[in-house]
């Protein structure tokens, strides 16, 4: 029976994963509930519900749930994120709330007795209400601080919005893991506008009408965001959107900020990257007739007209519009670029509904030439839902050569960029797209300006507040004022844009991954100026400011085996199969293994190659030592990285990246931990080691100093591009603690036993001095095989815990004998059954910190 309702909970839990894929959150859920009431034990129906609710709160319910009827480290790790947050049952699951216990009888007690303990009871809580009291009157209790969100929950995209929300209260919920706001806990109040024009100016007007929030992250769309600008402005109420990139909103307001770029700016690099990277001179534009698409038109046809022809300049009613001839202007547009037989790549200004249906319209058409787009489709929501609109057609038509601009390509994301959306993954389940980056952003900023020094935080002193939230956010012009964000420091320029890197992604028919050619901000070459790069097309300029081509390769690892971990010689053997993907001449392939035991190791002559359409495929195979850098804090308790790290030898950041392959970063652990030459074998290959999760990134290094080289007085010096796969392993601890601590437990036990000698006995002596020494002579034995650190392991606290606790036991045999000796034996017996009280709470104690810490 109870196998059967396991199995109808599964055959549920997938039909909700089916819904929730598709966008139905609501009916996941309730397909969840059945599930669960088929099998409350079924734990991921838990972990799915955790990702599908709303609230924090409701978050932490279904994941204690979930661990409770299966424990697992991500259900932990998911937890610790929140540390704080209530426990509320979800509307769905509400009858999986446990009944409160029956109050326990009361003991037969005397009347007399019973009223005393009565009258002590009563006094007890007096005195601790009072004590209560004075400690809320001390401390104080600080109003909570509101932060307003506006977003389109109830728009065409959804899933859009519902990134944005999630990255806005994971900044907060960190936030108030470390305090707040100076003191304040951070409260987020959410308001839907459906990205509908209208709700957008009535949603602005209750959060002005509610007046807690100071401060808004919102709105997401540029049409959206304008029509709520005056209404933010005239209460003098700062807000930030991470989306919406009409140059106006800003320029023209100055209590309204975005952490993402503006149209001019990303239109004047699509005419660039176009004209320089794919060699267009004769385009067409296709343009909805919004803010949004007009702001993308104009910039792109005046920085376009100086580089080549636009042979189309065709304008679409917005998706929304009541003219009835909304589509026939669609179907014209697409008829007149059909006649032509050389359109040229088609820029797309549209938003992403629009956007879908032009997509549509154009392959289904026939339509093959390479499609150009803004931002707005630019995320993996857009991506599949061309996929599944061509895919209705048959035959279906293919996507084609598809480019778009974004502030971030998810497959090159790197370092804290990387940990962040890995973090979001663990907490929400699913990969964050630009859209909730550039969100969390702005919630950043928001956070950095409501700590300014001077803020009340109080109703009397709210106008005041707002006013300096917005000066604080207009002082984040420069590294020394700017907080730290996703993609970089948050710094505004006077126009309240973000400077940010445009990046390029183009569709390879499942995902959206980075363009093989970027365009980078230039950096001079040695002896090279960059007048020179400029004339002979190395660089070209874009108001005021040069780009050059960069290189993306793509770069894949597949781990057979990692062994022979050596701690004190910090090495490690890897054998593994590394493939690249590259545009260009073979300089991309000569790399070298900077953490290499052998300095001039190299890639040696590819197994496979392979050109297809320009781009080249070589796989390579390599077996060496390779040197980590380990930490031994928490020694034997410890996770250590074995990494292996790659770098061009020639070609620095400026020219030359590398990135993830997608397929590589779509496997899941499981499949990662497995061998590429044994699909059946594990990578683990380290006794009392066990591999525990890859990962794979890229990283920038370099220096400003130019080594004495005065062909490259450029002051900036030489970044590179490297990347690296990075295996955490960890310690077979429970067959080190057998193995090492046994003797330790027998000596923490022999020296408890001493405490029971009589006073003056010769024996407790000796115990105490053999187990101080054995303990040293233990501990060396221990921490042999580590390298000469400098700093305290966490095992040697537990033998000087013990050395402690044995030297103190000889004090209280001195003591014992002493007073003994002059007739105060009462005394002295009382400190022995201290002794023998204290010692196991202290041993105890020493454990419990160790699980607390370390479990």
Known sequence: MAGGEALRAAEATRRAIGLAESGDAAGARGVLREALLQDAGYEPAWVWLAALVERDGERRFCLEKALAARPSTRTRRSLRRLRGVEAVAPVEVEWAVEPPLPPEPEPEVAVGKRRRWRWVAVAGVLVVLAGAGWGIERAGHPDPVHLALVAGLTGPEPEVARGVVDAVRMALGEANQVGGVNGHPVELLVFDDGDDVGRARVRAEEVVEDGRALAVVGHVLSDTSLAAAPVYAGAELAAITPSATADRLTTENPWYFRTVFGNHAQSGFAAVYLAEVLGASRVSVLSEDTEYGRGIHEGFVAAFGARGTVAHDLTIAPARAEDARAGDALAEAVATLRADPDPGPILLAAQAEQGLRAVTALRAAGITAPLFAADALADEYFHDAVSAKLAQHRPAPPLGEVYAVAPMSRDALTGSAL?????????????????????????????????????????????????????????????????????GPIRFDPGGSAGREIAVVRSNGSRFVSAPVQLAPYAPRPGVGAAEDVAAGRAVELDGQLLTARRVVTAGVNLNEVGELDTEDGTFFADFFLWLRYTGDDTAADLTFVNAVDPDLALGAPLRTSTTDGQHYRLYRVAEEFKAAFDFRDFPFDHQHVTLVLQNRLLPETQLVYVTDPAVLTRSQSERLRGGANASASIDGIPNWTAEEVQFYRETVGSTAELGDPAFDTGTGTYYSQYVADVRVQRDIGGFLVKNLLPLALLVALTYLSLYFPPGFAAGYSIGITAILTSAVLLAAVTSPLPEVSYTVAIEWAYYAFILMATCCLLTHLVRQRLTSTGRDDIAARITVGARVVYPVAVTAVALTYAVVFA
């Open 419 to 487: 940990q962040w959306a890995t973090s979001f993954r663990a907490v929400h389940g699913y990969t964050p797209s630009w859209h909730a980056a550039t969100a969390y952003e702005s919630a950043i900023a928001a956070l950095h300006a409501l700590r300014t020094p001077d803020l009340e935080a109080t109703e009397d002193g709210r106008a005041g507040d707002r006013r300096r939230v917005r000066a604080a956010l207009a002082a984040m012009t420069s590294a020394e004022t700017a907080p730290e964000g996703v993609l």
